[in-house]
């Protein structure tokens, strides 16, 4: 059965384990996971969705190794929480449904009308670059243009003197979690854990 035909009972019975095998429960991963289930109830109540359609939080979709979890945090941000649905219809009944119970908002990804990824992206040769973001993500196919949507063509390097030589000419971000936007901005520091995460690959699968 795929992620998409899971019952409600079955993801908050995932997002459960999740909540558990974190550290940090914070309250932005409250407020998404309350979002969303209040999404499938008032759609259950309602009717306005079938039981089956796709209403899937983009971070439940991937996979990422260890070693790059920190970069991939920081590199889809907040997009982490945005939820997938196949297409604008689906996306506009839900604002709706958020809309009249007043649940707050939430953003969507309809996957008939995001922009494509390209066929194929060219890798800078520089030393000490990894690969692009997109590529270190584990994630079924059909989901490709969902992640480009997330990361576009960033690019992870090992470090901040590798993206000092490559800053404003395309959008980077380090092991560490250093963001460097390729109009030229910088962000880094300490980093804050939002409790919004892919699953690693080392993890046991969630059933």
């Avoid at 409600?8 to 999740?18: D, G, K, V």
């Avoid at 990824?117 to 196919?141: E, T």
Wanted: hydrophobic share 40%.
């Amino acid at each position: 059965m795929t992620i998409s035909k899971l019952s409600l009972r079955t993801h908050c019975m995932n997002m459960i384990r999740l909540k558990m095998k974190s550290q940090t429960w914070t309250t932005t991963f409250k407020l998404h996971v309350r979002k969303y289930i209040s999404l499938k109830q008032l759609s259950k109540r309602t009717k306005m969705l079938t039981s089956d359609v796709r209403l899937i939080p983009l971070m439940k979709l991937g996979q990422v190794d260890e070693e790059y979890s920190t970069a991939m945090e920081i590199a889809v941000g907040g997009r982490m929480a945005h939820i997938v649905v196949d297409d604008e219809h689906v996306a506009s009944t839900c604002i709706e449904l958020l809309k009249s119970s007043n649940a707050g908002r939430a953003t969507f990804v309809p996957l008939n009308k995001i922009v494509k990824c390209p066929r194929s992206l060219n890798l800078p040769k520089d030393k000490g670059v990894i690969d692009f973001a997109i590529n270190l993500i584990d994630f079924d196919d059909e989901y490709l243009n969902a992640f480009y949507y997330a990361v576009g063509e960033t690019l992870v390097v090992e470090d901040r003197s590798v993206a000092n030589k490559l800053i404003g000419k395309y959008r980077m971000v380090t092991l560490s979690g250093d963001l460097f936007e390729k109009s030229g901005s910088i962000t880094g520091g300490a980093v804050r854990k939002t409790g919004l995460k892919f699953a690693q690959n080392s993890d046991s699968e969630i059933d």
